[in-house]
Nanobody
């Protein structure tokens, strides 16, 4: 069973930046499709960034141009660089992994494995 551990969350003022990391316990997942999701209080979980086996990426409109997803396969780590943060970005952020390769980055939340989440709070 793969384990995903997020880190890098915290509190930041609007306009600031944070970088989230997601460490995977199994090297075999280094090229599987992975994604970042977030859930704000009272709202449904939404997919915000995804990366496929070939490194193609996909973003939700709300974060496109501000957030960047990337991966370091040698370190089994997924990243989310978040710039120009807004108060509406406040949420619990989760990374997720599929149990297999895919060739189209997907934002729907039918992933097999999930981390515990890391809180991001953006103040105005």
């Amino acid at each position: 069973q793969v384990q995903l551990v997020e880190s890098g969350g915290g509190s930041v003022q609007a306009g600031g930046s944070l970088r989230l990391s997601c460490a995977a316990s199994e090297y075999t997942y280094s090229r599987n499709c992975m994604g970042w999701f977030r859930q704000a209080p009272g709202k449904e979980r939404e997919g915000i960034a995804a990366i496929d086996t070939n490194g193609n990426t996909n973003y939700a409109g709300s974060v496109k141009g501000r957030f960047t997803i990337s991966r370091d396969n040698a370190k089994n780590t997924l990243y989310l660089q978040m710039n120009r943060l807004k108060p509406e970005d406040t949420a619990m952020y989760y990374c997720a992994a599929l149990a297999y390769y895919c060739f189209s980055p997907r934002l729907r939340d039918d992933y097999n494995y999930w981390g515990q989440g890391t809180q991001v709070t953006v103040s105005s």
